[in-house]
């Protein structure tokens, strides 16, 4: 199946089903500046970007976040396919909607601001390709290797990929990103901040 417009807004999706063991508790749960991760990547796609959103998660992390924004979809990673990680949760929610443009952000970057999602956004918008030519999507390239968590992924490169690939479980979400082709925009500061991750108590103490 072919977006039904493949330069049309994306999807956003907020990944949030990681096992979060070197935080030690849900990253979608943690604050900053009053508000949880998991709140403030929602108002950024949703509020701030206008863009309809799903939840990727886990039904064990689900319970614990339900209540927020709970009119949003929760997407659940499908583990039969045995593919684990983002790479599994990506591809879980591109056979749940296999027509959309998917804006992935991680709940682990509060940092991340409007600014530096735009012109994945714009290169989308100004594509305009049909079907599965060109990039796969769009992301930034921190140091040398593509950022796959504050991305765009083209509905089309992804189905042509899932049909084409026998054995995804060897897959990265890095190596997914390089298979696909993505166009790497080069980030400035602002964007790199926004880039960070936050996996441990070290650096939530840092934030």
Known sequence: ???????????????????SQRMGQSKALLQHRGQSFLERQIGLIVDELG???????????????????????????????GIPGPLGALLSIHRHMPD???????VDMPLLERASVEPLLKRLRG???EGDGGPGGYCYELD????PLCAIYRAAALAKFMAGADRLQKY?????????GMERLVPGDSDRNGLRSFNTPEDLAAL
């Open 127 to 129: 594509d305009g390709l």
């Open 172 to 180: 990265s979400l890095q190596q997914l990103g390089d298979a696909l």
């Open 144 to 147: 040398g290797r593509i950022a």
């Open 51 to 81: 863009l309809a959103a799903v939840i990727s998660t886990r039904s064990e992390v689900d319970a614990e976040t339900a209540h927020l924004r709970s009119e949003l979809a929760r997407v659940y990673d499908d583990d039969s396919a």
């Open 100 to 106: 959309r443009n998917l804006l992935v952000v991680a």
């Open 1 to 19: 199946m072919q977006p039904r417009d493949p330069n049309s807004a994306p999807t956003g999706v907020i990944f949030c089903g990681g096992a």
